[in-house]
């Protein structure tokens, strides 16, 4: 490996979603306080990174190290995520009249799923500001990539999760050496179990957006699917959401590389995909005050998808608005039919929520919402294989 600059990063400090009050970089953060919102990694792009840098890089999400907040080499916790394969889905292209259709499957990350990129961020970020304990809520998979990561930097970590998970997400936590807390319901009421904990022992919290920097790790799925497309986005992306932070940091890491000058706009139409079962943004579009009040929510078995409450919901909004995007929601049957398809079709045994993305896409073509000319990139956000209890 190639020696390193130091400092290894251009993060400068962290700001509120909303407000764009600045909070340090220096201390342990949750959420911004003032507004209730998440908080952001903001850089200075002053020294210059090129994207020519990247050239003979190490293979993994840490090749953008500038423009990620860890400071110092000896505390990246890494067990070689990120640069999954932009595969193209040929086969489903022909049979369905897409010119050109491409899958960036995240099931090649340790652990299974693409929440190792977010994990591996918080925890390195964790280790370096001295924390000894992490909790978090989850729906399965950042339950067992956090146990992961955990192990490896030598971090305690209590993992809360709904007792319908599949055992596999149970069995690996404990094989990982966590602690595993089950809970009946959803993954909101795990948070509210979470809260409980936290009053009689201290935890650091890693729910989704209330830390700053699982949001930074997801964002490189953003860099590699530009440098993997050398440089020339697709005009749609098509993202599974349950908490939103792949979504927003895909954006993120579009909105950095513009202003360092590496691509160019038009950037891509974002679109949200959700279970039937639990669509909370859809709900949110439509009335972004008080959706709250008179919404309703099922485990689907496309466990990550079934976040009711997400705390990042304003920045998803923006998202959407602002890439002209939209939110689609697929059935449970349609989500079973999709994992069939794809496998059968394209060899990829997808996750059920990578598998509710390409059936968005059929909705999507069907109600002439997209152009079969376009290039469309859909997200797998994870193995298949973790979810075969489900799909029986
Ligand atoms: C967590 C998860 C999602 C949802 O990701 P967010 O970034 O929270 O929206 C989608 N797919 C899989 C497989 C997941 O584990
Ligand atoms: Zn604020």
Excluded at 281 to 308: C, M, Y
Aim: proline letters at 6%; hydrophobic letters at 45%.
């Amino acid at each position: 490996m190639i020696a390193l600059p130091q400092p290894l990063s251009y993060a400068a400090y962290l700001e509120c979603a909303r407000c764009k009050r600045e909070y340090s970089l220096a201390e342990l953060q949750n959420f911004a306080t003032c507004c209730h919102q998440p908080l952001v990694v903001k850089y200075d792009y002053m020294p210059g990174f090129f994207k020519e840098d990247l050239l003979f890089r190490e293979k993994t999400m840490w090749r953008y190290y500038e423009m990620l907040p860890v400071f110092e080499r000896k505390n990246i916790v890494s067990l070689g995520e990120g640069m999954t394969p932009l595969l193209p889905l040929e086969n489903l292209a022909a049979r369905h009249g897409f010119a050109d259709l491409l899958l960036k499957d995240e099931s090649f990350n340790p652990t299974g799923s693409f929440k190792a990129r977010g994990i591996s961020m918080a925890v390195s970020k964790a280790k370096e500001l001295g924390v000894e304990r992490c909790i978090v809520p989850t729906a399965g998979n950042a339950g067992g990539a956090l146990a992961a990561y955990c192990a490896k930097a030598g971090i305690a970590c209590t993992v809360v999760m709904p007792a319908h998970t599949p055992e596999i997400f149970k069995q690996e936590c404990l094989l990982y050496g966590a602690e595993l807390i089950l809970v009946n319901g959803l993954i909101s009421d795990c948070a509210k179990k979470v809260e409980e904990l936290k009053k009689s022992q201290s935890y650091f919290d890693v729910s989704t957006l209330k830390e700053p920097y699982r949001l930074e790790g997801k964002k490189t799925m953003g860099y590699e699917i530009a440098e993997q497309l050398d440089w020339q986005l697709p005009d749609v992306i098509l993202y599974p959401t349950g908490g939103g932070t792949g979504l927003i940091g895909i954006w993120k890491a579009f909105q950095e590389m513009l202003r360092m000058g590496w691509i160019k706009a038009r950037l891509p139409r974002m679109i949200a995909v959700q279970s039937v079962n639990c669509a909370p943004i859809e709900v949110a579009l439509r009335d972004p005050l008080h959706w709250k009040d008179h919404f309703t929510a099922q485990p689907s078995l496309a466990n990550g998808l079934a976040v009711p409450y997400p705390f990042g919901m304003d920045m998803m909004l923006e998202v959407l608005q602002a890439s002209n995007g939209s939110v689609v929601s697929v059935s449970e049957e349609d989500i079973v039919a999709g994992v069939k398809e794809i496998a059968s079709a394209e060899g990829i045994l997808a996750a059920p929520e990578g598998a509710a993305v390409w059936k968005a896409l059929l909705q999507l073509r069907n109600r002439g919402l997209i152009d079969p000319a376009d290039k469309i990139l859909l997200l797998n956000t994870g193995s298949g294989y973790k979810y075969l209890e489900n799909l029986q």
